[in-house]
C-alpha cells in the first residue's frame, strides 16, 4: 500500500514545515521511501532521514511500500509525471489514454500544469480531495488532508477523473464500473469465461510478487482464491483468525491440506480481542460495533503478515455482491423487490462501505489488500447472468458449481459459510464482553 498526495498554494508559496509535514503524514502507507515533484524540481528517497522542507507553490508525491524492486515515484515521461497508490497492469508505455488505465489504483498525473486525478472503476484504492481559502489538496488518507486544515473533504467517486487548472476543478465519467446485463443463462461457455476470468485476475494480482497472503476464512471465496494462488510460483502463505473453538478455525487447517498448503491459525483469546477491539477503536473514526468487528480479522492476519515478511493480501471482498450470497438478497428477491438494482447499487457503493475502511485497517501494518472477485472482467462476466440462478441450489451456487470444476472438493466449495466476524466467533465474544461490562 502506497499513498499519493497533493498540494497546490492558492497564496504564494507552501512553507517549509508543510512540505515536511504533507510526506510524514503519509509515511504509514509507505514506510520504504518518498517522492515528489515541486514546482518541476524531482526528487526521490529511500529514507525519511533525507527529507528536507523546501518552499514551493506546488508539490505532488508519493510515498513508497516496496513490493518487489519498486523504486519511489513519481515516474517521469520528459515533462509529464506519474504516481499511483496500488497496481497497474497497464504498461507505463501505453498510457496515453488515461481512461484505458487497468488494474486496482488512484493516481495523478500532470502535463502542462494540468494536474488528473483517477480511481479505478470500483474504487479499490481511497483517494480524497478538499479546497479551502489557503489549498487546493488530494490525498490517499483523509487524515493527512484534516492535518492541513481541509474541512470540507470529499471523496472522488470511483471512475470518476478530476481535472485541477488554475483553481478550477471539473470532473468527468471516465471508466464507469460496466452495467450489469443480467440476462444470460448459466452455460457451459458462460462457465469457461468465468473460470478464465478468475485465473487471469489472481495472475495479475501476483504478477511480480514473490510472496503473498491470502486472508483465508475456509469458505469458498478465500479457498478458491487460494486454489488458483498456489499455481502460481511464489510463496503462498493463508491467514485465518478466530477463537479456538470457531468454526473458522476449525475447517482452515483441515481445507488448507485438502489443497496442499500451510495455513497460519491466529487463535485468539477473549482478552486478545478486547485488547483489539479497544486498539481498533482508537484508530477508526467508524467507531461502531460491526466495523470494528469486521476490521479485527484484517488487523490480526495483516500483523502477522507482516511479521512474515508478506505485503500483499488476496481478499475474497466482492464475491457475495457478485454471487448473491447475503441473506438479504434472498429476502429481496422472496417479496419480489428488484434485486437486480440492489446488487448493482451495492456493487457501486462498495468502495465507501467496506473496501476504504478494510485498506485503511491493512495499511496500519503495511500491507496491500488486492480483489480478485473485483476485477473488471471477473464483474462484467459474473453480472452477465440472471442473479436469480445464485439461489439454485444454495447461496451462491453458480460460484460452487465453477470451483468445483476448477478443482475444489465438493466438501470445501458447498461448507455453508457465516460472515467472518460470526464464524471467527469474534462478534460472540465482543457481545458477551459488553454484557459483562469489560468493554465500555
Given at each position: 500500500?502506497?499513498?499519493?498526495?497533493?498540494?497546490?498554494?492558492?497564496?504564494?508559496?507552501?512553507?517549509?514545515?508543510?512540505?515536511?509535514?504533507?510526506?510524514?503524514?503519509?509515511?504509514?502507507?509507505?514506510?520504504?521511501?518518498?517522492?515528489?515533484?515541486?514546482?518541476?524540481?524531482?526528487?526521490?528517497?529511500?529514507?525519511?532521514?533525507?527529507?528536507?522542507?523546501?518552499?514551493?507553490?506546488?508539490?505532488?508525491?508519493?510515498?513508497?511500500?516496496?513490493?518487489?524492486?519498486?523504486?519511489?515515484?513519481?515516474?517521469?515521461?520528459?515533462?509529464?509525471?506519474?504516481?499511483?497508490?496500488?497496481?497497474?497492469?497497464?504498461?507505463?508505455?501505453?498510457?496515453?489514454?488515461?481512461?484505458?488505465?487497468?488494474?486496482?489504483?488512484?493516481?495523478?498525473?500532470?502535463?502542462?500544469?494540468?494536474?488528473?486525478?483517477?480511481?479505478?472503476?470500483?474504487?479499490?484504492?481511497?483517494?480524497?480531495?478538499?479546497?479551502?481559502?489557503?489549498?487546493?489538496?488530494?490525498?490517499?488518507?483523509?487524515?493527512?488532508?484534516?492535518?492541513?486544515?481541509?474541512?470540507?473533504?470529499?471523496?472522488?467517486?470511483?471512475?470518476?477523473?478530476?481535472?485541477?487548472?488554475?483553481?478550477?476543478?471539473?470532473?468527468?465519467?471516465?471508466?464507469?464500473?460496466?452495467?450489469?446485463?443480467?440476462?444470460?443463462?448459466?452455460?457451459?461457455?458462460?462457465?469457461?469465461?468465468?473460470?478464465?476470468?478468475?485465473?487471469?485476475?489472481?495472475?495479475?494480482?501476483?504478477?511480480?510478487?514473490?510472496?503473498?497472503?491470502?486472508?483465508?476464512?475456509?469458505?469458498?471465496?478465500?479457498?478458491?482464491?487460494?486454489?488458483?494462488?498456489?499455481?502460481?510460483?511464489?510463496?503462498?502463505?493463508?491467514?485465518?483468525?478466530?477463537?479456538?473453538?470457531?468454526?473458522?478455525?476449525?475447517?482452515?487447517?483441515?481445507?488448507?491440506?485438502?489443497?496442499?498448503?500451510?495455513?497460519?491459525?491466529?487463535?485468539?483469546?477473549?482478552?486478545?480481542?478486547?485488547?483489539?477491539?479497544?486498539?481498533?477503536?482508537?484508530?477508526?473514526?467508524?467507531?461502531?460495533?460491526?466495523?470494528?468487528?469486521?476490521?479485527?480479522?484484517?488487523?490480526?492476519?495483516?500483523e502477522h503478515a507482516k511479521e512474515?515478511?508478506?505485503?500483499?493480501?488476496?481478499?475474497?471482498?466482492?464475491?457475495?455482491?457478485?454471487?448473491?450470497?447475503?441473506?438479504?438478497?434472498?429476502?429481496?428477491?422472496?417479496?419480489?423487490?428488484?434485486?437486480?438494482?440492489?446488487?448493482?447499487?451495492?456493487?457501486?457503493?462498495?468502495?465507501?462501505?467496506?473496501?476504504?475502511?478494510?485498506?485503511?485497517?491493512?495499511?496500519?501494518?503495511?500491507?496491500?489488500?488486492?480483489?480478485?472477485?473485483?476485477?473488471?472482467?471477473?464483474?462484467?462476466?459474473?453480472t452477465s447472468i440472471k442473479p436469480?440462478?445464485?439461489?439454485?441450489?444454495?447461496?451462491?451456487?453458480?460460484?460452487?458449481?465453477?470451483?468445483?470444476?476448477?478443482?475444489?472438493?465438493?466438501?470445501?466449495?458447498?461448507?455453508?459459510?457465516?460472515?467472518?466476524?460470526?464464524?471467527?466467533?469474534?462478534?460472540?465474544?465482543?457481545?458477551?464482553?459488553?454484557?459483562?461490562?469489560?468493554?465500555?
Amino acid at each position: 500500500m502506497s499513498s499519493i498526495f497533493g498540494v497546490f498554494s492558492k497564496r504564494g508559496k507552501l512553507s517549509p514545515e508543510t512540505f515536511t509535514e504533507v510526506i510524514l503524514s503519509h509515511k504509514i502507507k509507505g514506510p520504504d521511501g518518498w517522492g515528489v515533484v515541486a514546482d518541476g524540481r524531482v526528487e526521490k528517497h529511500l529514507e525519511y532521514e533525507e527529507l528536507e522542507g523546501l518552499e514551493c507553490e506546488y508539490l505532488l508525491g508519493h510515498t513508497l511500500l516496496k513490493i518487489d524492486e519498486e523504486e519511489p515515484q513519481p515516474i517521469a515521461f520528459d515533462e509529464t509525471f506519474l504516481s499511483f497508490d496500488g497496481w497497474l497492469s497497464t504498461p507505463f508505455e501505453k498510457m496515453d489514454d488515461i481512461a484505458g488505465i487497468e488494474g486496482e489504483f488512484s493516481l495523478w498525473y500532470f502535463e502542462n500544469n494540468v494536474l488528473k486525478l483517477l480511481r479505478d472503476s470500483v474504487g479499490t484504492k481511497p483517494l480524497f480531495y478538499g479546497v479551502n481559502k489557503n489549498f487546493f489538496a488530494f490525498s490517499s488518507l483523509k487524515e493527512a488532508l484534516h492535518k492541513i486544515g481541509m474541512k470540507n473533504i470529499a471523496s472522488l467517486k470511483p471512475g470518476n477523473l478530476l481535472n485541477y487548472k488554475k483553481g478550477e476543478i471539473r470532473i468527468e465519467s471516465c471508466n464507469p464500473l460496466p452495467t450489469p446485463s443480467f440476462s444470460l443463462q448459466v452455460t457451459p461457455s458462460f462457465k469457461q469465461k468465468l473460470k478464465e476470468a478468475l485465473l487471469h485476475s489472481v495472475e495479475k494480482r501476483l504478477m511480480g510478487v514473490r510472496k503473498a497472503g491470502v486472508l483465508f476464512s475456509s469458505g469458498v471465496d478465500s479457498t478458491l482464491i487460494a486454489h488458483i494462488a498456489r499455481k502460481f510460483d511464489l510463496n503462498l502463505s493463508l491467514y485465518c483468525v478466530g477463537t479456538e473453538s470457531s468454526e473458522d478455525i476449525r475447517y482452515s487447517k483441515r481445507f488448507a491440506r485438502e489443497l496442499g498448503l500451510d495455513v497460519k491459525q491466529i487463535i485468539l483469546t477473549e482478552e486478545e480481542i478486547i485488547q483489539y477491539y479497544e486498539k481498533l477503536r482508537g484508530f477508526l473514526q467508524d467507531k461502531g460495533l460491526m466495523r470494528i468487528e469486521l476490521a479485527i480479522p484484517i488487523f490480526t492476519c495483516s500483523e502477522h503478515a507482516k511479521e512474515d515478511g508478506v505485503r500483499v493480501l488476496l481478499s475474497g471482498q466482492g464475491a457475495e455482491e457478485l454471487f448473491v450470497g447475503y441473506e438479504r438478497y434472498a429476502q429481496c428477491w422472496r417479496k419480489g423487490g428488484d434485486l437486480r438494482r440492489m446488487l448493482f447499487e451495492e456493487l457501486q457503493a462498495l468502495h465507501s462501505k467496506d473496501l476504504e475502511w478494510n485498506e485503511y485497517v491493512a495499511s496500519l501494518n503495511h500491507c496491500q489488500l488486492r480483489y480478485p472477485f473485483l476485477d473488471k472482467e471477473v464483474i462484467q462476466v459474473a453480472t452477465s447472468i440472471k442473479p436469480e440462478l445464485n439461489f439454485e441450489g444454495g447461496k451462491k451456487a453458480v460460484l460452487r458449481e465453477v470451483a468445483k470444476e476448477m478443482g475444489l472438493p465438493h466438501e470445501i466449495a458447498e461448507r455453508p459459510k457465516r460472515a467472518v466476524q460470526y464464524g471467527s466467533g469474534i462478534h460472540k465474544t465482543i457481545l458477551k464482553a459488553l454484557r459483562n461490562g469489560k468493554i465500555k
